[in-house]
Each structure stands twice: as C-alpha cells, then as structure tokens.
C-alpha cells in the first residue's frame, strides 16, 4: 500500500505533462502552418518572407518536439 501512493502519484504527473505537451505542441504547430501560409490566407503581415519562413520552421519544428516529448513520457529517465 505504500509503494501505490508514489508511484500512483507519478503517473498522474506524468500523464498531466503529457497532456500539457500535447496541447502546447498542436498549438505551435498550429501557429508554424499558420505563419507558414499567411499569405496565401490573405493575412498581410509586416514581415520580411525570410523571416517568417524561419519563424514558422522554427515552430514547425518546436512544436513537433513536444508532440514527440508527449507521445514518448520520458520524463524521470
């Protein structure tokens, strides 16, 4: 019965990161195919196209890491 307690109260913590990770990944990804096709959407941004591009692979990319850090839980290891 002691043993349950901790290891019952890890897996809650891991399954809230997990959650959180996944929400804050679809979000960026979100906004990296939002920035990603702004234009195209009529959205006129005052951005250099360069800029925006990196801006968008960069949350592209983040946003696919905490999908991945969500999907893995590797979180005490």
């Known amino acids: 019965m002691e043993n349950e307690a901790p290891d019952r ?6 399954l809230r990161r997990a959650i959180a990770d996944y929400g804050m990944g ?10 990603l096709f702004a234009p195209k959407l009529g959205f006129n941004m005052n951005m250099d196209p360069t800029g ?5 692979g960069l949350c592209l990319l983040y946003g ?7 999907y893995k839980q590797n979180y005490f290891r």
Not at 9 to 14: C, P, S
Not at 26 to 35: A, D, K, N, Q, R
Not at 64 to 70: A, D, E, K, P
């Open 64 to 70: 696919g890491w905490r999908i991945y850090r969500g």
């Open 9 to 14: 109260r890890k897996k809650g913590y891991m």
């Open 52 to 56: 925006r591009g990196l801006f968008s």
């Open 26 to 35: 679809v979000m960026i990804l979100g906004f990296g195919v939002f920035f």
